[in-house]
């Protein structure tokens, strides 16, 4: 089993729409937890980190459920412009941190 | 502005040649990191260091080597060893290991192409 796995998508959604990514993770002993976006070709860059009591910034809301060991990353009122990869991050200590990226899912926004 | 640089956007490496990528930081960051990136595969880390001259190996550093003689710096030389160099390298920065530093800061990140 992959230390963190993410659905590579891609989701196709109309302009406006609500869409909602998962992403699991095995290690327990996982302290924190990111999402980053990524444009193609581009690097990845920060778009929220995840808090245990879940988080929201604008139209991006993040949860973590530890009980299951996944993330979720939603977000409302889709636009063109959230066309993107998104990146599933955790992190974690095994003698020093270590941060295990996921594959990504792949988001494409329709007019 | 404050960020990170990478150097060169794209790099083409011959056979049995090695090639260096720079990488740059006026953030003031104590760690500093290099990952790998190849199509659908998460990014790999290939080096890390926490602090002025000491580094320690990813998961993926054979064929790799780095130096962090100054906090800013950390560049990264993929040597002859190195049989499949062709991927994205992606430059990152912390304030620190610790849990208050650990948002990680990208660079733009070079494209290396064997010829």
């Known amino acids: 089993r992959k230390e963190v796995e993410q659905d590579p998508g891609p989701f196709n959604v109309p302009e406006g729409a609500t869409v909602a990514f998962n992403c699991t993770y095995s290690?327990?002993?996982?302290?924190?937890f990111f999402w980053y976006r990524q444009d193609c070709r581009k690097e990845p860059k920060l778009l929220m980190s995840v808090y245990s009591s879940g988080n929201e910034d604008g139209r991006f809301t993040a949860q973590l459920n530890r009980a299951s060991q996944y993330i979720s990353l939603l977000i409302r009122d889709s636009k063109l412009s959230d066309s993107a990869t998104y990146l599933c991050v955790v992190k974690f200590l095994s003698g020093t941190y270590k941060y295990i990226f996921g594959t990504g899912t792949r988001l494409k926004v329709l007019a | 502005d404050g960020g990170i640089t990478q150097s060169p956007k794209y790099l083409f490496r011959k056979e049995g040649q090695n090639v260096t990528l720079s990488c740059e930081q006026n953030?003031?960051?104590?760690?500093m990191y290099w990952y790998r990136q190849d199509p659908g595969q998460g990014l790999r880390l290939i080096y890390y260091s926490q602090i002025v001259n000491d580094f320690q190996k990813g998961d993926i550093a054979e064929g790799y080597s780095v130096s962090r003689e100054k906090k800013e710096s950390f560049p990264l030389t993929v040597t002859s060893a190195q049989k499949n160099p062709t991927a994205f390298y992606l430059c990152?920065?912390?304030?620190?290991?610790?849990?208050?530093?650990?948002?990680?800061?990208f660079g733009p990140g070079t494209r290396l192409l064997v010829l």
């Open positions: 290690n327990s002993a996982s302290q924190s």
């Open positions: 953030l003031n960051h104590d760690a």
């Open positions: 990152a920065s912390s304030i620190g290991q610790g849990v208050d530093g650990e948002t990680q800061y």
